[in-house]
């Protein structure tokens, strides 16, 4: 199952590379369900790992002139403050046990899951929904960009990252498309600054809660950053439009299988 899980690895960075985000989703299951991890370790560990990986392709989108360094600043700005509290304070908080009837126990690692489960069908939709055409004018559009909007979403997006402990791109990219109109290879250079900011504070506010197996992590990152190398070649060639709609096809399905598995079964 091992093997299975690093070729996920690999995906996840291609994915991650060509959508701005979306990839990472997947990190925390995989996590969970192959490798047997802990909801608390899956998260942080997958904080780190997307953190890492998102930043390796945020240079490189960065370096080709696809990314407002301006507009992930303002958005993370809010979002890190709200992923390292939740991380630090508000998740440690949460009893193992939330709450108990006669006939069913909500642990505090159903939870999580079943949150994260809800949060990739919310998700799916952004990616199945087919967009309008959106003007390629990077100057023009950077000028009327709207701060307040991004604040407000980077607080939101904030509390939701800390908690599932995921990037976040499945709902950075499409704030960046719909409500700023960046173009969408713009707004995945954006994305994944705004993902290595996020993810990186949020992993400090999980440090010194538990031991970390680092050697994991570096093999898990390895396979994940190869996958970011690929999928940055590759995205001269493949319309991330057309991907979209498959992987959020794919997310809305594993949603619903793990909201069935955490609550159902």
């Known amino acids: 199952m091992e093997i299975v899980g690093y070729m996920f690895a690999f995906a996840i960075g291609i994915l991650l590379s060509l959508l701005g985000g979306g990839g990472s ?3 925390v299951p995989v996590l969970v369900y192959i490798f047997q991890l802990e909801p608390q370790f899956a998260t942080a560990y997958s904080l780190l790992i997307v953190g890492i990986s998102s930043l390796v392709g945020a240079i490189s989108y960065f370096k080709k002139g696809l990314s407002s360094l301006k507009t992930a600043l303002f958005f993370s700005f809010p979002s890190f403050v709200m992923v390292f509290l939740m991380r630090k304070f508000v998740v440690p908080a949460i009893p193992d046990i939330v709450f108990n009837t006669e006939n069913f126990v909500m642990h505090k690692n159903t939870l999580t899951m079943s949150c994260f489960a ?6 799916s939709y952004s990616m199945i929904k087919k967009q ?5 004018n990077i100057e023009s559009i950077r000028k009327r960009i709207n701060y307040p909007v991004i604040f407000l979403e980077g607080l939101i997006v904030g509390s939701l990252t800390g908690f599932v402990g995921v990037g976040g791109g499945f709902l950075i990219v499409p704030v960046l498309t719909l409500f700023l109109n960046l173009p969408m290879k713009m707004a995945v250079g954006t994305s994944l ?3 290595a900011i996020n993810s990186c504070f949020g992993f400090l506010g999980d440090l010194g809660k ?6 994991f992590i570096f093999t898990f990152l390895s396979f994940t950053l190869f996958g970011v190398f690929t999928g940055t070649n590759l995205s001269t060639h493949i319309n991330n439009q057309h991907l979209k709609p498959v992987f959020g096809w794919m997310t809305l399905i594993l949603g619903l299988g793990i909201l069935m598995k955490e609550i159902v079964f």
């Open 132 to 136: 309008k055409k959106l003007a390629e």
């Open 118 to 123: 809800i949060l990739m069908v919310i998700a």
């Open 193 to 195: 600054m705004i993902i």
């Open 25 to 27: 989703i997947l990190m």
């Open 210 to 215: 538990f031991s970390i197996d680092w050697q």
